[in-house]
Structures are given as structure tokens and as C-alpha cells.
């Protein structure tokens, strides 16, 4: 961890992010909101590998939304990629060592439930990691956080009600559920997605979950939104596809977009009560 300590303090210290936001599978609208932005390619900061897939443009953003110092990552990268856990965290793990208040993560997901539609918004409220793995795994140093961190609180509701008051107050039906991230890339099959509806998911997707465990071991809270671009499979007799996931981004993606842009100073300033 000292290497990313070292990155950290000399890029990122001076700019002392408040939130640091990761942006999924064509939710990019987010990216061209924040103001003073200086723009660099993710792949600046050592060992974060290029994200490959379309949709993720891979940029580390600094500048401030709804004035609020933000660190933004316009793409990630992904197991279905070929990346280790480790090197899928990477880019979060170092953001996070400057201590920000809030981790913003969002995400592309199918809808498990059938009453939850394509362009519906998410709260995740806990997460299924069925990864097969942990991000955690290997050495440990006591910088990173404790060994055996605890999962129970991950994304507090003190943060999620912030969201909901926004979405409230302009009439936009929020959802709330748990997330189960599959490693992917294929779509699930319609059996798996009876088996994750048994175990207790709401949405599934390829991402989130390696991030979300690394924030909560650095004791940083989460803030998880899924954007719902499709019904899962079995759930839809339609068969699934990733030009589906891309233009259900491009609409809903600004309504995102506007909803964590009007939550995120309170959603800070929330994070104070909750740890
Ligand atoms: N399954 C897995 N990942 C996804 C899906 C899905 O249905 N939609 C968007 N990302």
C-alpha cells in the first residue's frame, strides 16, 4: 500500500476529493458536469490497467460538482476483461487512500424484479459478491484496513435517504434492492437468474461489488446506484444485448446524472452521522 499511498499524497492530496465517483456502462453524462475539470487518462495512475470496453472511456475527472471536490473514473475495468480483483480495485484503492468522505458507484444492471423496468434507478441497499473471489485477498498490510473488515454497513441508509428525498421532491420512482454482481461476460441464463431471485437479488451485474468491499474495508461509506437497462434474462422473452444496455444509459443516464448531482452535497454531509 505505500506505493499508493505515495501516488495518492503527491497527485491527489492537494485536491483533497470529497467524493470519488465511478461511472458504468454508458453513464458518461455525469463526466461532462463537472466543472473545472482537468482531465487525465485513468492509466496515469500506476497499475490500473485500460478499460477495453465500449461505453468506458476510462478518464480520471478532478474538479468540483455541485461544489463538492470530486474524483471522478468515467469508465472501469472488469474480471470479464481478464483483470485480477486487485487490479479491478485498483484505481478506487488509490483514490480512496486520500480519505474522501463518500464512494459514488454506479452500474448497469438487469432487472430481476419484474415490476422494476429498463430506465428505472436503483438504490443499492446490500450487495450478493458472487465473483467466485475477494478483492482482498492476498498480503495485507494494516494501512489498507483491517483483515477481516466488516460488511454489515456498506452503504448507509443516512446516504441512501438523501437520494430518495431528491428523487422524492421531483416526482422519480427510485427503487431500492440488493445487487448480486456475477462475473460475467455472458448474460446470465434464465436458471441462474431464478437462482439469484431465491437468493435474494433485485438486480445483477458485472461490476460494484470488488469496489464497494474495498471502500468499506478503508471505512469509506458507499453511495450504490444501479441504472435498470434491461429485464434479465428469462425475466423478458427478449434476448439481451449490450447496444440495449448503451441506449438505455443514453436516456436514463441524465436523469441519473441530475439525481446524484443534487443528492451528493447532502449525501456528503450525511456520511458525518453514519460512521
Ligand atoms: N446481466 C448482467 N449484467 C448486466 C445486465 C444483465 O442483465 N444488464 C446490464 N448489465
Same mark, same amino acid.
Given at each position: ?119 428505472? &434507478? ?5 450487495? #450478493?459478491? %458472487? =465473483?467466485?473471489?475477494?478483492? *482482498? $485477498?492476498?498480503?495485507?498490510? @494494516? ?87 434491461? &429485464? ?5 422473452? #427478449?434476448? %439481451? =444485448?449490450?447496444?440495449?444496455? *448503451? $441506449?438505455?444509459?443514453?436516456? @436514463? ?23
Amino acid at each position: 500500500m505505500n506505493d499508493l499511498k505515495s501516488v495518492a499524497v503527491s497527485v491527489l492530496r492537494a485536491f483533497r476529493p470529497e467524493a470519488v465517483l465511478v461511472l458504468g456502462s454508458g453513464l458518461g453524462a455525469l463526466a461532462e458536469r463537472v466543472q473545472q475539470a482537468v482531465r487525465r487518462p485513468a492509466t496515469d495512475i500506476p497499475g490500473v490497467a485500460a478499460a477495453s470496453i465500449a461505453g468506458h472511456t476510462g478518464e480520471l475527472i478532478c474538479g468540483t460538482l455541485a461544489g463538492v471536490r470530486v474524483a471522478l473514473l468515467s469508465g472501469r475495468t472488469h474480471v470479464y476483461e481478464g483483470h485480477a480483483l486487485q487490479t479491478v480495485v485498483r484505481a478506487v484503492r488509490v483514490l480512496l487512500a486520500v480519505q474522501p468522505k463518500l464512494l459514488v458507484l454506479t452500474n448497469a444492471a438487469g432487472s430481476i424484479q419484474r415490476d422494476m423496468k429498463p430506465g428505472d &434507478l436503483m438504490l443499492i441497499a446490500d450487495h #450478493l459478491n %458472487l =465473483s467466485g473471489g475477494s478483492p *482482498l $485477498e492476498g498480503p495485507h498490510t @494494516a494501512d489498507c484496513g483491517e483483515r477481516f473488515p466488516d460488511m454489515s454497513r456498506i452503504y448507509p441508509a443516512a446516504v441512501r435517504n438523501c437520494v430518495r428525498r431528491v428523487a422524492d421532491a421531483r416526482g422519480l420512482l427510485l427503487r431500492e434492492g440488493v445487487y448480486a454482481m456475477l462475473r460475467g461476460p455472458q448474460y446470465e441464463t434464465p436458471a441462474e437468474v431464478r437462482m439469484l431471485r431465491i437468493l435474494g437479488a433485485d438486480a445483477v451485474g458485472m461490476s460494484t461489488v470488488p469496489e464497494a468491499i474495498v471502500a468499506a474495508q478503508m471505512r469509506i461509506p458507499v453511495l450504490g446506484i444501479s441504472m435498470l437497462t434491461n &429485464l434479465a434474462a428469462g425475466v423478458s422473452r #427478449l434476448p %439481451l =444485448s449490450h447496444k440495449e444496455v *448503451l $441506449e438505455c444509459g443514453l436516456v @436514463a443516464g441524465n436523469t441519473l446524472a441530475d439525481l446524484i448531482e443534487h443528492s451528493l452535497r447532502d449525501a456528503v454531509t450525511a456520511t458525518e452521522a453514519s460512521v
